[in-house]
């Protein structure tokens, strides 16, 4: 499909744009373009694919996406390559799983080359805003939601596909930090038959208020355990986790339909087991996570996900009382598994596995 291309009539000045980049920080400094792809299945499906300025979507009140919530993303970054130009880091992984969350919310899917091309387009318009700092990349956001005016309950049939970018400082100013963890109480964020292994915003809304708590309680991030027993560990509310034992092997949740299928994750079982450890995605309860913490048996936890890389996690807190992982520093495998991804993804370390997509 071709993109008509729409300049943006003012774009920020470079004096501007620079000042914006040098300490960009997460989530705030939006760059000047964003694709967008219409969807109408009374039009045969996708078209009037372009690139223009970024602006405010008009809406109708009655879009479905604002009432039932038919809405699915991607996060993934561009990396400044150590040969030149960006990277992005398996990206037709992040178009097959918006795929897969779009079917399970009822939305049309995406060729994947049309995904593949809104990202690279995106992606090689904003270049300049890639942040000249250690660490930095252009957070890539693709997104879908229903926009058909409609109140009635069922699937919508039309729908807008949106990439934005945004430059993005590295996650940890100051170096690493572990991450001190709350373990839900009373919430889950996902049950068996629900959405939780697809890339929706309501399974992020349904996680707001544990976070919340676990900010209440001195933690950074909460953990969520299984709807039925509560008693197996899930995930956090965007990473997922890796208890890493003193005899080689390395539990990581399956899955089972209620955590997301993480590209990081999937990457790092590759990596782990390049490393001669025994990956198990096998399930991993919250009382193994303490007394092994506390037998010496469990060396680390790490998180992981595309924001992040991976984070050791430090100490574990609950009303029960709280334990410390290892040292409750940094771990071995968390500094080795973060720089050999890392080294991957800006080209500093052999791309192996074709990881490694150049644009
Ligand atoms: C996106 C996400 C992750 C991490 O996935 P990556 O592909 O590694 O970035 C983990 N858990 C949840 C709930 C997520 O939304």
Same mark, same amino acid.
């Given at each position: 499909?071709?993109?008509?291309?729409?300049?943006?009539? &003012?774009?920020?000045?470079?004096?501007?744009?620079?000042?914006?980049?040098?300490? $960009? !920080?997460?989530?705030?400094?939006?760059?000047? #373009?964003?694709?967008?792809?219409? %969807?109408?299945?009374?039009?045969?499906?996708?078209? =009037?694919?372009?690139?223009?300025?970024?602006?405010?979507?008009?809406?109708?009140? &009655?879009?479905?996406?604002? #009432? %039932?919530?038919?809405?699915?993303?991607?996060?993934?970054? &561009?990396? $400044?390559? &150590?040969?030149?130009?960006?990277?992005?880091?398996?990206?037709?992984?992040?178009?097959?799983?918006?795929?897969?969350?779009?079917?399970?919310?009822?939305?049309?899917?995406?060729?994947?080359?049309?995904?593949?091309?809104?990202?690279?387009?995106?992606?090689?318009?904003?270049?300049?805003?890639?942040?000249?700092?250690?660490?930095? =990349?252009? %957070?890539?956001?693709?997104?879908?939601?229903?926009?058909?005016?409609?109140? !009635?309950?069922?699937?919508?049939?039309?729908?807008?596909?949106?990439?934005?970018?945004?430059?993005?400082?590295? %996650?940890?100013?100051?170096?690493?930090?572990? @991450?001190?963890?709350?373990?839900?109480? *009373?919430?889950?964020?996902?049950?068996? *038959?629900?959405?939780?292994?697809?890339?929706?915003?309501?399974?992020?809304?349904?996680?707001?208020?544990?976070?919340?708590?676990?900010?209440?309680?001195?933690?950074?991030?909460? @953990?969520?355990?299984?709807?039925?027993?509560?008693?197996?560990? +899930?995930?956090?509310?965007?990473?997922?986790?890796?208890?890493?034992?003193?005899?080689?092997?390395?539990?990581?949740?399956?899955?089972?339909?209620?955590?997301?299928?993480?590209?990081?994750? #999937?990457?790092?079982?590759?990596?782990?087991?390049?490393? *001669?450890?025994?990956?198990?995605?096998?399930?991993?309860?919250?009382?193994?996570?303490?007394?092994?913490? +506390?037998?010496?048996?469990?060396?680390?936890?790490?998180?992981?996900?595309?924001?992040?890389?991976?984070?050791?996690? *430090?100490?574990?807190?609950? $009303?029960?009382?709280?334990?410390?992982?290892?040292?409750?520093?940094?771990?071995?495998?968390?500094?080795?598994?973060?720089?050999?991804?890392?080294?991957?993804?800006?080209?500093?370390?052999?791309?192996?596995?074709?990881?490694?997509?150049?644009?």
């Amino acid at each position: 499909m071709e993109f008509t291309r729409i300049p943006n009539p &003012a774009p920020t000045p470079n004096e501007a744009r620079k000042a914006a980049i040098a300490d $960009p !920080g997460f989530g705030t400094v939006f760059t000047d #373009h964003m694709v967008t792809v219409d %969807y109408d299945e009374a039009k045969g499906g996708w078209h =009037s694919a372009q690139i223009g300025p970024r602006e405010p979507i008009a809406l109708d009140p &009655a879009a479905s996406v604002l #009432h %039932y919530a038919q809405e699915i993303f991607e996060g993934m970054k &561009a990396f $400044p390559h &150590a040969e030149g130009g960006l990277a992005l880091f398996r990206p037709e992984e992040n178009a097959r799983r918006f795929n897969s969350s779009a079917q399970r919310m009822a939305m049309p899917e995406i060729p994947e080359e049309l995904f593949l091309d809104a990202v690279k387009l995106a992606v090689e318009t904003d270049a300049a805003w890639m942040p000249p700092v250690d660490g930095g =990349s252009l %957070y890539i956001r693709p997104f879908m939601f229903a926009s058909e005016a409609f109140l !009635g309950v069922r699937p919508a049939k039309q729908y807008k596909f949106v990439v934005i970018t945004v430059s993005t400082g590295n %996650y940890f100013k100051g170096g690493i930090n572990p @991450v001190k963890i709350w373990v839900a109480q *009373g919430y889950v964020r996902a049950a068996p *038959g629900g959405t939780g292994a697809a890339k929706t915003g309501g399974n992020y809304a349904a996680s707001l208020v544990p976070q919340a708590q676990a900010i209440e309680n001195g933690c950074d991030q909460v @953990v969520f355990l299984d709807a039925i027993e509560n008693k197996w560990i +899930e995930e956090l509310g965007g990473m997922n986790l890796f208890f890493v034992r003193k005899d080689g092997s390395v539990f990581t949740p399956p899955l089972t339909g209620t955590i997301l299928p993480g590209i990081t994750r #999937h990457s790092l079982i590759e990596m782990l087991q390049e490393e *001669g450890l025994e990956v198990r995605e096998e399930p991993y309860s919250i009382d193994q996570w303490r007394e092994e913490a +506390e037998s010496g048996e469990l060396l680390e936890t790490l998180a992981c996900g595309t924001a992040a890389v991976v984070t050791p996690v *430090g100490t574990v807190a609950s $009303p029960d009382g709280e334990f410390t992982i290892g040292t409750g520093g940094i771990g071995q495998m968390a500094m080795k598994m973060r720089e050999k991804l890392v080294g991957i993804q800006n080209g500093h370390l052999e791309d192996k596995h074709g990881w490694v997509m150049r644009v």
